[in-house]
C-alpha cells in the first residue's frame, strides 16, 4: 500500500469513528432497567429463581441474560422487617447495589423519604422525623441523603441517577412538602439535590411523578418547580396502562407526546420512564407495551431519553401478591421481558 493510500486509509478511518462512535455510544447507554427492591428478601426467605431452561440462578444473571442493564434500589428511612413493606434500608441498599454494581450493572436509587412507601397516594414522614419543623425538615433531607450516597461511593458505587422522592406529583414529607407549599417542596428537592451533588457529583438527580401520559400534570409540577428554583436534572415518569384501566395502544401516544415536550419546554433537562409495568399474565400485550415504551423514550431527540425501568419483574405473584411483575409461576421469567432484548430502534431524526 502506497503512503497516499495508507493516509486516505487513515483518514477514513478517523472520519468514520467521529461520525459514527458518538451516536452508537449514546444508543448503547440507553438504560434497560429493572427495579429489585424485594430480591433481597426474596432470596432471604428462600424464593427460587430459575432461567429460561428452568435451571436455578442468580436472579442478577437471570434478568442480565434478558437484556437488563441497569438495577433500581429503593431507600427506606427507618424501615420494619416486614418481609414486602419494609426492609431497603439504607445499609442494605448499599449492599444490593454493591452486587449489582460488581455484575456490571449501572445504578439508580430512589430516595423515598419516608419508613415504608411513598407514592401519590402517601408521603408520610419518617417517625423520627415526625416532630421536625421545616428547617430541621431540610436538614434531615440533606442529611440522609449524603450519608447514604457516602456510604454508597465508600463502596464502590456511582450510581448513575439518583431520585429526590418517589411518585411526587401531591409533594412529599407531607404537611410541609406538599404541593399546596410548592416553595417548601422546592427548597426539600433542592436540599436532597444538593446532598447527591456533594457526595456524587457526576450523578444526576431525577424528579420523579407518575402517569407519564398526562402532560397537563406535569407542566403544572415543572413548571412551578422552576419557578420555585427547584434543582433537578431528569424528570422522571411512572407509566402503567393497567392502572389506567385501558390499554397502552390508548395512552402511548401520550406518553410519546408527553416525553417530548419536558425536553422541549425545560432546556437541558433529560427524561426516563422510570417505572412501568403490566398485567404478567398478558404477556404479549406486556412485550408490546414495553416495545413501545422503548421506542417512545428512543425517540426523544438528541438522546435526552435516558432509558425505561420495570417494576418490578421479579417480584413473582407467588410471593409478593403483585400482579404487575414479569415472573411466571414457574419461577422463570416472562417471555415479555424479551422486549429488553430487541435491537435498538434508529436514532430520532435530529439526534446528536
Known amino acids: ?60 444473571t437471570i434478568l442480565k441474560a434478558q437484556g437488563i442493564n441497569s438495577i433500581r434500589l429503593r431507600v427506606f428511612v427507618n424501615p420494619s422487617d416486614d418481609k414486602a413493606s419494609g426492609h431497603c434500608s439504607p445499609a442494605e441498599v448499599v449492599t444490593m447495589a454493591q452486587r449489582a454494581t460488581d455484575l456490571g450493572f449501572r445504578v439508580m436509587i430512589d430516595f423515598h423519604y419516608s419508613d415504608t412507601w411513598a407514592d401519590p397516594g402517601k408521603q408520610a414522614k419518617p417517625a423520627a422525623w415526625a416532630s421536625h419543623p421545616f428547617p430541621q425538615l431540610l436538614t434531615d433531607v440533606y442529611d440522609h441523603t449524603f450519608s447514604t450516597m457516602k456510604a454508597l461511593r465508600a463502596s464502590g458505587v456511582t450510581p448513575e441517577w439518583v431520585q429526590v422522592g418517589n411518585e411526587i406529583p401531591g409533594g412529599m414529607l407531607w404537611p410541609e412538602g406538599s404541593t399546596k407549599n410548592f416553595p417548601q417542596l422546592a427548597q426539600l428537592i433542592t436540599k436532597g439535590y444538593e446532598a447527591v451533588k456533594a457526595a456524587s457529583p457526576g450523578s444526576k438527580v431525577v424528579v420523579h411523578l407518575d402517569r407519564g401520559n398526562d402532560n397537563a400534570m406535569y407542566r403544572d409540577f415543572f413548571d412551578k418547580l422552576t419557578a420555585n428554583g427547584g434543582k433537578f436534572d431528569v424528570i422522571g415518569m411512572s407509566y402503567y396502562p393497567y392502572w389506567l384501566k385501558q390499554d397502552y395502544t390508548a395512552s402511548i401516544a401520550n406518553l410519546r407526546a408527553n416525553l417530548l415536550d419536558m425536553v422541549a419546554r425545560y432546556p437541558g433537562k433529560e427524561v426516563v420512564v422510570a417505572e412501568v409495568g403490566n398485567d404478567y399474565t398478558a404477556v404479549q400485550n406486556t412485550y408490546d407495551m414495553l416495545i413501545a415504551t422503548q421506542q417512545a423514550v428512543r425517540a426523544v431527540p438528541q438522546y435526552k431519553g435516558l432509558g425505561v425501568f420495570y417494576w418490578e419483574p421479579e417480584g413473582a405473584k407467588s410471593w409478593s401478591g403483585y400482579q404487575l411483575c414479569a415472573w411466571g409461576d414457574d419461577g422463570k421469567p416472562s417471555p415479555a421481558l424479551n422486549a429488553f432484548r430487541t435491537a435498538p430502534a434508529k436514532p430520532a431524526k435530529g439526534a446528536k
Open 1 to 60: 500500500m502506497n503512503h497516499f493510500s495508507r493516509t486516505a486509509l487513515l483518514l477514513g478511518a478517523a472520519w468514520c469513528a467521529t461520525a459514527f462512535s458518538a451516536p452508537e455510544a449514546a444508543a448503547q447507554a440507553f438504560a434497560k432497567g429493572a427495579d429489585v427492591g424485594w430480591l433481597q428478601q426474596m432470596e432471604a426467605t428462600g424464593y427460587v429463581f430459575r432461567n429460561e431452561q428452568g435451571v436455578p440462578q442468580d436472579c442478577f
